[in-house]
């Protein structure tokens, strides 16, 4: 890889600059935190910004699943669970 940038390279960080920033802004749920599938969203990005400067990003396929309060209620428990079963995967 290069030291330096192609032009191609400095909008597709500007564009997910904005796009990271954007996603770990949002407060629909009222909490400070941005919902889930904001926050996934900002990490794929943040991903492909530290892939475009030549870093490697190796994503583990069994992530810890957390139940949601509701089901946290039920008595439903934190499970491991692969990746690629996960939804949206």
């Given at each position: ?45 943040m ?14 396929p ?16 934190p ?11």
């Amino acid at each position: 890889m290069s030291d330096t940038l192609t032009d191609t390279d400095i909008k597709r960080l500007v564009k997910l600059g904005g796009d990271i920033q954007q996603d770990l802004g949002c407060d629909a749920n009222g909490t400070g935190l941005p919902c889930r599938t904001d926050r996934f969203s900002a990490v794929e990005n943040m991903k492909e910004y530290l892939e475009i400067h030549g870093m490697k990003v190796i994503t583990d396929p069994d992530v810890w699943v957390y139940p949601s309060k509701s089901e946290e209620a039920e008595g439903k428990k934190p499970k491991i669970s692969n990746i690629s079963e996960m939804e949206g995967a």
